[in-house]
């Protein structure tokens, strides 16, 4: 399942992290280095296994704790609205 | 320290401008009496001509300020509607990711551009309000059926679910009704209703706006009310604490572009930084030299010296543009800033005797 940004949602990296912001609510989510990078993965091509293996691959941590985390993360994004799965 | 400190700390460090006021005319539709802008041009300007950035040449500054980080933007005038190409622009910062803020007075929306409002998502659409009635507000714009039009107009937006602020300039002409205006809010479910007292000079220096500034009996009276909300207690500090106090992010992490092209650290300190019809934004904000360096190495109050001394400084809300205005330096110490932090501490004393 591919999972995109949604087009209208503002934000920005910054450094490395990242501020996103819903317009529907005004809430600001910041966004720690990691969670920033698996924001940008988030166009539409990866699905959440591809995007867990990009992160594995640049973290020392076991294969499916890296997969949990993400899953949760991105779950979290889908609550806050700021993603949509195709 | 949350991980957002954090990252506004490095904003900051990055010289990165996350808030930028876009003026985009300066044009108006209403003739408010206490208007710093309308009919006036700026004293110092870099622009060589009377023209507004077109769509083209705000576009070209948009990406520019994607590249520099920018996040927030708010559209102001004048009445930034009044452009024809209003949503071009807007949807143009939209598809960039920007969120969007605009000041307006409402006149110009009906229900196709409310769609297109709707359409474009702004965080907030605020509006000025002055009265409670359509005598008093309709009195302050000197546009007779705004206060009718307006009230029309926070209908059509809150049906469509578009956020709402009020703005409300506390003036004479308005001040017996305050109360009933912070109501007005109230019932009609705004979100934020921001209340400020301080009249700006135009742009042009003039100081004329500032006859319908409370005088001083009437603004003790309203930071001793409860409208926007009653005085807090402000802890009584050493002058070395209270020099620590942080100034504003003008010319740091905000910027102003007015609708001729110039950039200034921000709305109120109107001294220009350059202009970007001849200049990139990038250059004219990286630009770490003269006043823009020196602006940004004040960061407290203790980097004023004219504030060291001053048994004030723990009420202290000091603006550099009205500084500016009043005595040509931003530096200074000005007149509504000293009798504000006056009596604000007036008001303070008085709360701890109340409480004794």
Redesign the interface.
């Given at each position: 399942m591919e999972i995109y940004r949604k087009k209208d949602i503002p934000w920005r990296i910054i450094d490395n992290q990242a501020l996103v912001v819903n317009p529907k609510t005004s809430l600001i989510y910041p966004l720690n280095v990691t969670a920033c990078q698996i924001w940008q993965l988030l166009d539409g091509v990866k699905n959440i296994k591809e995007i867990a293996e990009i992160i594995y691959n640049e973290f020392e941590a076991d294969k499916e704790t890296i997969q949990s985390d993400v899953l949760n993360f991105i779950s979290q994004l889908k609550d806050a609205g700021l993603i949509e799965k195709i | 320290m949350?991980?957002?400190d954090?990252?506004y700390l490095?904003?900051e460090a990055?010289r990165?401008p996350l808030y930028v006021q876009l003026e985009l005319t300066q044009r108006c539709n209403e003739n408010c009496i206490h208007c710093y802008i309308k009919g006036a041009r700026d004293k110092l300007s870099f622009s060589r001509d009377d023209k507004e950035l077109t769509l083209v040449q705000i576009a070209r500054l948009l990406d520019e300020l994607?590249e520099e980080?920018?996040?927030n933007l708010t559209f102001t005038g004048g009445e930034a509607m009044l452009r024809e190409d209003f949503f071009d622009i807007a949807n143009a910062a939209?598809k960039r990711?920007?969120?969007?803020t605009i000041f307006s007075n409402g006149q110009l929306i009906d229900i196709d551009a409310a769609n297109r409002l709707r359409e474009l998502?702004?965080?907030?659409v605020y509006f000025s309000v002055y009265g409670w009635d359509a005598n008093t507000h309709d009195g302050v714009t000197r546009s007779p059926g705004s206060f009718r039009r307006l009230l029309n107009v926070v209908q059509l937006l809150k049906i469509r679910?578009i956020?709402i602020g009020f703005k409300t300039m506390v003036l004479k002409h308005n001040f017996h009704q305050i109360r009933k205006i912070f109501k007005l809010g109230k019932e009609l479910g705004i979100e934020t209703h921001e209340f400020a007292e301080e009249i700006t000079a135009k742009i042009d220096g003039s100081c004329q706006p500032k006859f319908c500034q409370l005088d001083d009996y009437l603004m003790y009276e309203y930071y001793k009310g409860d409208i926007p909300s009653t005085w807090e207690y402000i802890e009584d500090s050493s002058q070395e604490e209270a020099l620590k106090k942080q100034l504003c992010g003008a010319g740091v992490f905000g910027v102003c572009v007015s609708s001729y092209g110039d950039v200034f650290p921000c709305v109120e300190l109107r001294i220009p930084l350059g202009n970007v019809k001849y200049q990139s934004f990038k250059y004219i904000w990286h630009k770490e030299e003269g006043y823009l360096a020196e602006l940004r190495s004040v960061k407290e109050y203790k980097d004023l010296v004219i504030c060291r001394s001053c048994k004030l400084v723990n009420f202290c809300r000091r603006c550099p543009g009205r500084a500016f205005y009043d005595s040509g330096d931003w530096r200074d110490c000005y007149a509504n800033a000293y009798q504000r932090a006056l009596l604000e501490k007036r008001i303070n004393d008085e709360l701890v005797e109340e409480v004794r």
């Open positions: - | 949350t991980l957002l954090s990252i490095k904003t990055l990165i994607v980080g920018a996040l939209k990711n920007f969120t969007i998502m702004p965080v907030c679910g956020k």
